[in-house]
Nanobody, 123 residues
Framework: QVQLAESGGGSVQAGGSLRLSCVAS????????MAWFRQAPGKEREGVAR?????VYADSVKGRFTISRDNAKNTLYLQMNSLTPEDTAVYYC???????????????????WGQGTQVTVSS
């Protein structure tokens, strides 16, 4: 049974940092494309970053966020720096069980999702 469990969300002031983690279980984590998505209130869910071996980022977070993975620990990370109120959202970890990442952030490409962790950035 595939499970993804996010942690690390919280409240922070603008300019601050948070590090999200996602622990995966129930599948071959090292042979999967992993991604972070987020959904702000009243908005559609959007892709933030994805990684197989190299991280790819949405323009809105490029230069501020860093995605990484530790295959030995079955864990995905998202280091978020220089946070702004526009980064406020529920952040989701997702997995696509294939040995590559496609070129986009299509939700349909990711079969499994975590429950999400709330990130709130105040001005």
């Amino acid at each position: 049974q595939v499970q993804l469990a996010e942690s690390g969300g919280g409240s922070v002031q603008a300019g601050g940092s948070l590090r999200l983690s996602c622990v995966a279980s129930g599948y071959a984590y090292g042979r999967s494309c992993m991604a972070w998505f987020r959904q702000a209130p009243g908005k559609e869910r959007e892709g933030v970053a994805r990684i197989y071996t190299v991280g790819v980022y949405a323009d809105s977070v490029k230069g501020r966020f860093t995605i990484s993975r530790d295959n030995a620990k079955n864990t995905l990370y998202l280091q978020m720096n220089s946070l702004t109120p526009e980064d406020t959202a529920v952040y989701y970890c997702s997995a696509a069980l294939r040995q590559y990442c496609s070129g986009g952030f299509g939700e349909d490409e990711f079969e499994y999702w975590g429950q999400g962790t709330q990130v709130t950035v105040s001005s």
